[in-house]
């Protein structure tokens, strides 16, 4: 099992800046070899973000490339997201996921989920 805890979020005006975190809790490393970001919007289906491998290759959405920036701590066993330039169309509650299997931006993929933390962005 893996525990995933978000936080970070919180309400913002377009153009802003929020950084996510997410804390990983398991007994064994491995299923976290990679984590990613997810995020779901009210009415859209959830949509990945950004994933990166332990080893620090990162998938990132086009959507959000050169916005957002995925990291990892893994002597801390953290995720961050680190977002910029917020839009409106951002808003949404962002996940985070962790997987042994491959490390893409496909939800069925990934098997550890937290609970979300809802980033919102005012025009």
């Known amino acids: 099992q893996v525990q995933l805890v978000e936080s970070g979020g919180g309400s913002v005006a377009a153009g802003g800046s929020l950084k996510l975190s997410c804390a990983a809790a398991?007994?064994?490393?491995?299923?976290?070899?990679?984590m990613g970001w997810f995020r779901q919007a009210p009415g859209k289906e959830r949509e990945g973000v950004a994933s990166?491998?332990?080893?620090?290759?990162?998938n990132v959405a086009e959507s959000v490339l050169g916005r957002f920036t995925i990291s990892r701590d893994n002597a801390k066993n953290t995720l961050y997201l680190q977002m910029t330039s917020l839009k409106p169309d951002d808003t949404a509650m962002y996940y985070c996921?962790?997987?042994?299997?491959?490390?893409?931006?496909?939800?069925?993929?990934?098997?550890?989920w937290g609970q979300g933390t809802q980033v919102t962005v005012s025009s």
């Open positions: 990166i491998v332990r080893d620090g290759r990162t």
């Open positions: 398991s007994e064994y490393s491995y299923r976290t070899y990679c």
């Open positions: 996921a962790s997987t042994i299997r491959a490390c893409s931006l496909s939800e069925p993929d990934y098997i550890y």
